[in-house]
């Protein structure tokens, strides 16, 4: 059995450990991309600046270092909701799993660049983009069934967390109606489209993991 404190330092861990990612992530990829003469940030999705340039190499690593430093994430989030009795036996396993699973996919997809091995990259690179949603879905959901004395809600953005489910169905329905009727504009801003919506996510995510942090070493007092 862990002790108190182990539990505590491994929980800080993961967490500490995703927000290292996500930053590794924006400022890997957007260097890369700066760097690349012939980028263009409007049409050019992110995975074309991993082959046929000096810097490939760099975007590949990038992505393969971010997708490992986020594997302990979610197993330290399941720990402190079981922890701080939040634990939703079916919820957090599901939400456990896929969001461990964003690591090994944004990984893979480092490992198979698009340029190489375009099946297998594409493979990896989508899945790590659905389990994202996949997983920020069930965890507005989760915030949701909440007890209202719990820790977490004490962070009035809680609301957030619920509210990207409903912008995430905005978004979908957009980009299918888009796609039905406005073809030119989805191919000639899907560069653009793709970097906001990831970004927006990785920096959504940061603020989750930030609010764990807090409560994770905050002193409890709210017994009293």
Same mark, same amino acid.
């Given at each position: 059995m862990l002790t %108190?404190?182990?539990?505590?330092?491994?929980?800080n861990a993961g967490l500490i450990s995703a927000i290292i990612s996500i930053i590794l992530f924006i400022v890997g990829t957007l260097t890369v991309m700066l760097l690349v003469e012939d980028h263009d940030f409007?049409?050019? !999705?992110?995975s074309v600046t991993?082959?046929?340039?000096? +810097?490939a190499m760099y975007f590949n690593l990038t992505l393969l270092f971010s997708g490992v430093l986020m594997i302990p994430c979610f197993p330290a989030i399941y720990y402190n909701l079981k922890k701080e009795g939040d634990h939703k036996p079916k919820l957090s396993i599901a939400l456990t799993i896929s969001g461990?699973?964003?690591?090994?996919?944004?990984?893979? &997809?480092? !490992?198979?660049? %698009?340029g190489d091995f375009f099946v297998l990259h594409i493979i990896f690179a989508v899945g790590a983009y659905l389990f994202v949603?996949?997983?920020?879905i069930l965890w507005g959901i989760y915030v949701k069934t909440m007890d209202k004395n719990s820790r977490y809600k004490q962070f009035k953005i809680w609301v957030l967390d619920y509210s990207?489910?409903?912008?995430i169905i905005i978004c979908f329905l957009a980009y299918?109606? &888009?796609m039905i009727f406005f073809q030119w504009f989805i191919w000639a801003t899907l560069g653009i489209l793709e970097k906001v919506t990831i +970004?927006?996510?990785?920096? +959504?995510f940061t603020l989750i993991l930030a609010r764990f942090l807090i409560i994770v070493n905050k002193k409890v007092t709210l017994d009293n």
């Open positions: %108190e404190r182990r539990t505590k330092l491994l929980i409007i049409k050019d !999705v992110i991993g082959h046929d340039n000096p +810097y461990t699973l964003i690591g090994p996919f944004l990984a893979l &997809a480092g !490992v198979f660049n %698009e949603i996949v997983a920020a990207v489910i409903f912008i299918g109606i &888009a +970004y927006a996510f990785f920096i +959504y």
